[in-house]
């Protein structure tokens, strides 16, 4: 492994709980996707200086904190504002932490890229979607007014000597321009310094689910894309740049694979896929605090919202995650696998499970002589 995929790796150990941090949820695109739709709400500079002492109703002092700076658009909160921000939380000794962001780029500059390399170690977390992100909401085809901007900065990000974590949402779109372009996306990794690719399964929340009939994607249509792109990587991952940490959730599933394989009893993957939403993840907005990753809080108390999900207490959570696993009983991948994302239908009609068990089955079928 090398020194800088070491150093990459190293800052997540040992961190105790994922918080992110709304800044601003408005955006400066429009995107049929969203599942935080557009709203006034905003973080103050006091509220973020009230960090520690929201984390502190559930994590102990000298933690190791995972901040996830988001939205919205996280950079409309502004460079030197949040330039304050992290300085502040620098020196407030109560707990350590490890800040990333996800951003679409509009707003990169020299500033922003001083900003990632002083407190983001180099890295940051960029956000890309095919055909479904418009520059003008009444125009349809300002997506590719985005896609050229948005490739002209990922240069710049490149440039700048950051590396990127790429997070694309699996739509309707995508696939069709994916199974298009099967080798496009790898060909990005060295062209453009990517540390790694995650591919998020689309919730039907927020404006996805206005939009859900020309966007939407059932479980068995994701499993059978990422079937396909497991095939597509698996041939090619020995040829690409070293310091490329892999596609998610393709590396995570292949290791929980390898532990139950060996025994294990416990999932081994990170994010949606760890069920740790049960325990370990947080939201805190202009509203407050709130018990839960990002997808299950987007709209609750969004006045923009179409419905409101409500899951936001831990017992609400984890008794809704126990009554979701009881329909896992007899299923083999059953210890490693998170059930899916509870802001989703454990079972859509379309074959397949919110969990992936085609997806499972496939990796564990084509990997059964390495184990």
Known sequence: MSDEKTKYTRQYDGVSDLVYVRLVEACNLHCAHCFIPANPKRMSINQCYSLPDQIEKFASHGSIINIRWHGGEPTLFGVDRLRKVLHFLEKDKRYSYVHDIQTNLINFDERWAELY??????????????????MDKDNKESYKDFNSLFFDKLKLVSDSGLKVN??????????????????????????????????????????????????????????????????IYSLAKNSLNVEFMGISPIVTREADIKALRNGAVERISTGCLSGECDTRFHTIDGSGYKFGCSALTSEYDNVNATSSLTLITVEDIAEARSVRVQSCDGCKYKPICSSGCLASVKFDGSGECSGGKMFFSHIENTNENLY
């Open 117 to 134: 390399h002083e407190y983001f170690s180099g890295v940051v977390g960029v956000s890309w979607d095919w055909k479904v992100r418009l």
């Open 166 to 231: 790429l997070v694309i949402t699996v739509t309707k779109e995508f696939i069709k321009w994916f199974d298009e372009n099967p080798l496009e996306l790898l060909s990005w990794i060295d062209k453009f310094s990517i540390l790694s690719i995650h591919l998020e399964k689309l919730t039907k929340t927020g404006r996805a689910r206005d939009n859900w009939e020309t966007i939407g994607v059932s479980h068995r249509e994701y499993s059978s894309f990422m079937i396909r792109l497991f095939d």
